[in-house]
């Protein structure tokens, strides 16, 4: 059974930075891309951050300069590192794993980004 489980997810002050994480289990996790993507209330679903197999990153124009995504494949585990959080980051952060047609998602952890 795949799980994908986030977490990291709080509430910080605009500014302030926050570190997720995602542990997968079920799967060869060295072969999956992986990535982040968001979804804040009434929004739809986007690409925060990706990371290939082979460690090639995309950001998402919105985030470039102060999110960095990064996999350990001994741990099973892709972070992300967010800097400079600003209240539209506010959202809640979901984990991908995908490969060729397989795709899997975890439940998502919030972040809240309010003084």
């Known amino acids: 059974q795949v799980q994908l489980v986030e977490s990291g997810g709080d509430l910080v002050q605009p500014g302030g930075s926050l570190r997720l994480s995602c542990a997968a289990s079920g799967i060869i996790f060295r072969r999956y891309a992986m990535g982040w993507y968001r979804q804040a209330p009434g929004k739809q679903r986007e690409l925060v951050a990706a990371i290939t197999c082979g460690g090639v990153t995309n950001y998402a124009d919105s985030v470039k300069g102060r999110f960095t995504i990064s996999r350990d494949n001994a741990k099973n585990t892709v972070y992300v590192q967010m800097n400079n959080l600003k209240p539209e980051d506010t959202a809640r952060y979901y984990c991908?794993?995908?490969?060729?047609?397989?795709?899997?998602w975890g439940k998502g952890t919030l972040v809240t980004v309010s003084s």
């Open positions: 991908n794993a995908k490969i060729v047609t397989m795709d899997y």
